[in-house]
């Protein structure tokens, strides 16, 4: 699919973006992608609000980018991510088959699950943080109420090796309702 961008004749798409994701937490290094007719007023706006970033780490982020180091991590991190996330779904699949319906995905760093049996999505989502899983309901993300509830299942922070644990217990929280 073409980027946004490239479908707006008008000039009015914007690429806001983070190097906290594609890194790590602590680069703090956020950016935006604006249309020519904008970059003068980004340019003021950014020298009125200063730089919050640290002059050292945007020069190692530049170099890191110059040589061609960063297109190679995010490479591998697809290649992680993906592994994870097929490692995810392979067990959600299989072990929570009587209380979630995981949906696949080409991309990103999150799962979504449909809830069965009627559950609400923040009822399923305190029960995991009381079992010690970290997930969203789903709702959180929806201006109306959703039609069928479900929540999100992040992977990109789970070592391959533990995601079946990390499961098996998701599908013993939710098999166990009060």
């Not at 200063?50 to 297109?71: I, K, N, T, W």
């Amino acid at each position: 699919m073409p980027a946004l961008s490239a479908l707006d004749s008008e000039h009015r798409v914007l690429y806001v973006g983070t190097f906290s994701k594609s890194m790590f937490a602590a680069v703090r290094i956020g950016y935006v992608v604006v249309p020519p007719g904008l970059v003068d007023a980004f340019a003021k706006a950014a020298n009125l609000l200063g730089h919050g970033a640290s002059a050292v780490v945007e020069q190692a982020l530049s170099r890191f980018m110059d040589d061609g180091r960063f297109v190679e991590h995010i490479r591998k991190m697809r290649r992680v991510y993906r592994d994870r996330r097929d490692i995810l779904f392979e067990c959600l699949t299989s072990s929570c088959k009587d209380s979630l319906d995981p949906q696949t995905t080409d991309s990103g760093m999150h799962i979504v699950a449909w809830l069965k049996n009627d559950l609400q999505d923040q009822v399923a989502h305190n029960l995991l943080l009381n079992a010690g899983i970290e997930s969203l309901p789903l709702s959180v993300y929806c201006i109306k109420p959703l039609q069928r509830a479900g929540i999100v299942l992040g992977f990109s922070c789970a070592q391959e090796q533990r995601i079946p644990d990390l499961v098996n217990r998701i599908s013993e929280t939710l098999k166990n309702l009060p």
